[in-house]
């Protein structure tokens, strides 16, 4: 298993020290046991469909509401 230093501030830490003592685990299991929830969550959100994905995409760009009527507006596209 890799070791991970990291910073975190002062009431992180009182919490996590009490969360320890309360359940009799180390500070680092339960560290670890978050990361793997954070993650799983992470994954869960991360599943659906395109539009789901992107939604808060929808209606970000400006542009003509006529592209997929207008052939026009498509001329030297590409080029």
Do not use: H
């Not at 501030?9 to 969360?19: D, T």
């Not at 954070?38 to 808060?56: A, K, M, P, T, W």
């Amino acid at each position: 298993m890799k070791t991970l230093t990291l910073k975190i501030p002062q009431i992180l830490e009182a919490r996590l020290n009490v969360v320890a003592r309360k359940n009799g685990l180390s500070r680092s299991e339960i560290v670890r046991r978050a990361l793997v929830e954070y993650f799983s969550r992470d994954e869960v959100s991360n599943q659906g469909s395109f539009l789901d994905l992107s939604q808060d995409l929808a209606g970000s760009i400006e542009g003509s509401p006529e592209l997929s009527t207008n052939k026009a507006l498509f001329e030297g596209y590409g080029k």
